[in-house]
């Protein structure tokens, strides 16, 4: 079962934007989907987007639409997720995750595998 890695979190001005990555150990074609999900400070985590693996299908949380973008490699090693015109409300630790079947994408307990999260602070 591979790994996750999460990277590219950082700190960035409101209007700015961030690419995160979440490299798999061996592929994550191992997987039917992948999502990535954030936990602001005292609050739940909650599903920001997710991508099916196979038919490249994805999802994106209403309050992120229009404004991330989720995509794999041509390799099957890494899952990106393009953040732009971040705001402070999109201030937390950024967790991908891998599930071996599609399910709710929103539910976390769909997912098996968990990186260790990378920050992403939006400040001025």
């Known amino acids: 079962q591979s790994q996750l890695v999460e990277s590219g979190g950082g700190l960035v001005q409101p209007g700015g934007s961030l690419r995160l990555s979440c490299a798999a150990s061996?592929?994550?074609?191992?997987?039917?989907?992948v999502g990535w999900f954030r936990q602001a400070p005292g609050k739940a985590r909650e599903g920001v987007s997710c991508?099916?693996?196979?038919?490249?299908?994805?999802m994106y949380a209403d309050s992120v639409k229009g404004r991330f973008t989720i995509s794999k490699d041509n390799a099957g090693k890494t899952v990106y997720l393009e953040m732009n015109s971040l705001q402070p409300e999109d201030t937390g630790i950024y967790y991908c995750?891998?599930?071996?079947?599609?399910?709710?994408?929103?539910?976390?307990?769909?997912?098996?595998?968990w990186g260790q999260g990378t920050p992403v602070t939006v400040s001025s």
């Open positions: 995750a891998a599930s071996s079947w599609l399910g709710r994408w929103t539910d976390e307990h769909e997912y098996t595998v």
């Open positions: 991508l099916s693996i196979t038919g490249d299908a994805a």
């Open positions: 061996g592929t994550i074609l191992d997987y039917l989907m």
